[in-house]
T-cell receptor
Framework: DADVTQTPRNRITKTGKRIMLECSQT?????MYWYRQDPGLGLRLIYY???????NKGEISDGYSVSRQAQAKFSLSLESAIPNQTALYFC???????????FGAGTRLSVL | SQQGEEDPQALSIQEGENATMNCSYK?????LQWYRQNSGRGLVHLIL?????REKHSGRLRVTLDTSKKSSSLLITASRAADTASYFC????????????FGTGTRLKVLA
C-alpha cells in the first residue's frame, strides 16, 4: 500500500460545486502539504500543516480550505469550484522541516 | 513567484549519454532537493544537498551546489530510457515560515 494515499484519483465537476480531496498517510509524519501543479508552472503550495492544530496558508490559498482531521489525514476543499482550479493536486508529507517530502499519486481535477 | 528555475526546460538525449540540468534560486536556503516526476504521477525524492555541502553523489546521480551563485546542477550519468521524466529542484528555506519552493522543472527524454 502507498505511504501517501489521495482520493479520488480523478474527478470531473461543474462550476459552483463543492468538492473535497482527501489525503491519508501511514508515514507517521506531522507535516502535511497540499500543492497544485499546472503545466509550465511547477508546484505551488496551497496550504500546509505542521500538526493537527497548526494550519497555514501557502502561496495560493484563495478559493481553497483545508481540514486536518488527524495526524494522518489532511483534506482540501474547494467551496465553489471554478474552471481555473482545473489542475493536478498533490498531497505530501515530511517528518521535519526541510526534510524530503513524500508525495501521493495526485488527483486530476477538471472543473467544467 | 517561483524561487527555483530549471534550465533547460526540455532535454532530449540518447541512451548512455549524460544529462545535466541546472537550477537557480533567489534567496538563502537550508538545503536543496531534487525530485523526479514520471508523467502525471507523484514526485519522488532523489537527493538532498545541504547549504554547507558542495557536491553529493547517489548512484548515477551527482548534485552540485554553489551558494555564491545560488545555483545547483543535477547530472545523470549513463542515462537510460527509464530516466525519462521531469526533474524538479526544490529549495527548503527558513525565510519566514519554513517551507519548500519548487522550480518549474526540466523535461528529460532519453531515446533508446
Amino acid at each position: 500500500d502507498a505511504d501517501v494515499t489521495q482520493t479520488p484519483r480523478n474527478r470531473i465537476t461543474k462550476t459552483g460545486k463543492r468538492i473535497m480531496l482527501e489525503c491519508s498517510q501511514t508515514k507517521g509524519h506531522d507535516r502535511m502539504y497540499w500543492y497544485r501543479q499546472d503545466p509550465g508552472l511547477g508546484l505551488r503550495l496551497i496550504y500546509y500543516s505542521f500538526d493537527v492544530k497548526d494550519i497555514n496558508k501557502g502561496e495560493i490559498s484563495d478559493g481553497y480550505s483545508v481540514s486536518r482531521q488527524a495526524q494522518a489525514k489532511f483534506s482540501l476543499s474547494l467551496e465553489s469550484a471554478i474552471p481555473n482550479q482545473t489542475a493536478l493536486y498533490f498531497c505530501a508529507t515530511s517528518d521535519w522541516d526541510g526534510q524530503p517530502q513524500y508525495f501521493g499519486a495526485g488527483t486530476r481535477l477538471s472543473v467544467l | 513567484s517561483q524561487q527555483g528555475e530549471e534550465d533547460p526546460q526540455a532535454l532530449s538525449i540518447q541512451e548512455g549519454e549524460n544529462a545535466t540540468m541546472n537550477c537557480s534560486y533567489k534567496t538563502s536556503i537550508n538545503n536543496l532537493q531534487w525530485y523526479r516526476q514520471n508523467s502525471g504521477r507523484g514526485l519522488v525524492h532523489l537527493i538532498l544537498i545541504r547549504s554547507n555541502e558542495r557536491e553529493k553523489h547517489s548512484g548515477r546521480l551527482r548534485v552540485t551546489l554553489d551558494t555564491s551563485k545560488k545555483s545547483s546542477s543535477l547530472l545523470i550519468t549513463a542515462s537510460r530510457a527509464a530516466d525519462t521524466a521531469s526533474y524538479f529542484c526544490a529549495t527548503a528555506t527558513t525565510s519566514g515560515t519554513y517551507k519548500y519552493i519548487f522550480g518549474t522543472g526540466t523535461r528529460l527524454k532519453v531515446l533508446a
